[in-house]
């Protein structure tokens, strides 16, 4: 038996994919048979991330309150990967975005003078995660999708591991007139693209259930209202756990387009409930899961594309259960157990 320290980093009251990532490899560990808890290092507001890394930098994850020797620690996102221990295997979530593959779109929105400032920013930034990943005794990524930015942006090279679904009950209890999207509600995660295919002629006739939480939820509510989506969309906000794997279990298809996602968990977890996925080709981490006319639709970014899908999933039952279907076979591959074993160096 080890003892192993997942470490991440969160905002205050913040939830996110990586927490759920990090509870699922602690529970993961411990039923491998290791001693295993999680270390949540900070992640500052914009303009603060040098304190962020230097406090994790010297956060001490060597030994654990009752004195006993950490065997060895997984950091999962920025800037997790700064502490220091002699067996460190970083799974890399993603780094800081909006110094990376963002960085035109968040840089767009800045002053002049703000653009030097943060260009320092992000040259400093870069340099500091190149530093930790070439230091750590394993470099892995949940996704191909962040493996090619790493090798991109920092020139490391990094082996893929996917992340199972998180240990839960899923099911299958039919397949049902509505379609499911859960997932934070921010732009990047392109819930509005989803209102926006349902308001095409094609997809008329389709319902959607939408949830999750997040700072876009009143804009897409207003865009909801505009394109007159009442009677066929409801945002139901968080969803507890149990509310959650009922809508997995009942719906037709589940719904994910996001932009450019590092994996994105709703995808393994529609499989896991025998579900089809349907999500656009610059998606990210869902497309390497999901393959058109197989386990799914993939669609170009467009509302017009995605809703043709939409309207496919919704007037074939058989076949979006047949592809459904395929997923669960597809994901059943994946174990954590495997995971476990790929990780832990100890």
Not at 21 to 31: N, P
Not at 46 to 57: D, I, N, S, V, W
Not at 94 to 102: A, G, I, K, S, V
Not at 177 to 186: E, G, I, K, N
Request: glycine share 8%; hydrophobic share 40%; charged share 25%.
């Amino acid at each position: 038996m080890a003892v192993i320290t997942v470490v991440t980093s969160a905002p205050p009251l913040t939830e996110g994919g990586h927490l759920v990532l990090a509870r699922a490899l602690e529970r993961a560990l411990r039923d491998a048979g290791h001693r295993a808890g999680i270390v949540t290092t900070p992640a500052n507001r914009f303009g603060r991330q040098a304190r962020a890394y230097l406090a994790t930098r010297f956060t001490d994850v060597g030994v654990t309150g009752s004195g006993e020797r950490v065997d060895q620690v997984i950091s999962l996102r920025f800037p997790s990967y700064a502490v220091r221990h002699p067996r460190h295997v970083c799974w890399l979530v993603h780094t800081m975005r909006e110094y990376y593959d963002l960085w035109d779109s968040f840089s767009a929105r800045l002053s002049r003078r703000g653009r030097l400032k943060e260009r320092v920013r992000r040259w400093a930034i870069q340099t500091a995660d190149t530093y930790c990943f070439r230091r750590v005794t394993g470099m892995f990524a949940i996704s191909d999708t962040v493996r090619d930015r790493l090798a991109r942006w920092n020139g490391v090279r990094a082996k893929t591991v996917h992340p199972p679904p998180p240990q839960r009950p899923y099911r299958c209890d039919g397949y049902g007139d509505y379609l499911f999207y859960a997932s934070r509600l921010t732009p990047l995660k392109r819930a509005d693209l989803v209102l926006r295919a349902l308001a095409e002629p094609a997809a008329r006739h389709v319902k959607c259930v939408v949830a999750g939480e997040g700072e876009d939820r009143a804009r897409l509510e207003g865009l909801a209202r505009e394109l007159g989506l009442a009677a066929r969309v409801r945002l139901e906000g968080q969803l507890s756990d149990a509310a959650l794997l009922d809508h997995l279990a009942r719906c037709r298809a589940v719904v994910f387009p996001p932009l450019g996602e590092d994996y994105g968990f709703v995808t393994g977890e529609a499989f896991a409930s025998a579900k089809a996925v349907i999500t656009c080709a610059d998606s990210g981490g869902p497309v390497e899961l999901v393959r058109a006319g197989e386990n799914g639709w993939v669609t170009a970014p467009d509302p017009a594309a995605l809703a043709r899908a939409l309207e496919e999933a919704m007037a074939d039952a058989a076949a979006a259960e047949r592809l459904g279907r395929q997923g669960y076979t597809e994901i059943s591959r994946l174990s954590w157990a495997d995971v476990v074993s790929k990780l832990v160096v100890v």
